[in-house]
């Protein structure tokens, strides 16, 4: 299984940017896809996630409202569009993915992901 991340860069404070996640992989079945992320000197964090299969979108409370997942299900691909970025938002952004559906209380625990992508970096700043 591969995951390639694409579309992080540097951006102003307030601006825009979207991240994509392509998987792919011989018989690999998408459980759930989401998207982690980690800044220096701290622990990687939950983002967002989709269940492929039905049964809805998550989103770590610090970017409800700015952040919005998408995915195009024919091409495995998973997209992260983030307005409204801040410095805190700075990171590096990385997909994960996992053949099973996982319940909520370990959604949002990255040791739940049997894959990773080698992230992206997103810079936010002036």
């Known amino acids: 299984v591969q995951l390639q991340a694409s579309g992080g860069g540097l951006v102003l404070p307030g601006g825009s940017l979207r991240l994509s996640c392509a998987a792919s992989?011989?018989?690999?079945?998408?459980?759930?896809l989401g998207w982690f992320r980690q800044a220096p000197g701290k622990e990687r964090e939950f983002v967002a996630a989709?269940?492929?299969?039905?049964?809805?979108?998550h989103y770590a409370n610090s970017v409800k409202g700015r952040f919005t997942i998408s995915s195009d299900n024919v091409k495995n691909t998973l997209f992260l569009q983030m307005n409204s970025l801040s410095p805190e938002d700075t990171a590096i952004y990385y997909c994960?993915?996992?053949?099973?559906?996982?319940?909520?209380?370990?959604?949002?625990?990255?040791?739940?992901?049997?894959?990773w992508g080698q992230g992206t970096q997103v810079t936010v700043s002036s």
């Open positions: 992989g011989r018989n690999f079945r998408i459980g759930v």
């Open positions: 994960a993915a996992t053949p099973r559906r996982l319940i909520l209380s370990t959604i949002w625990q990255p040791p739940a992901y049997d894959y």
């Open positions: 989709r269940r492929w299969s039905g049964g809805g979108d």
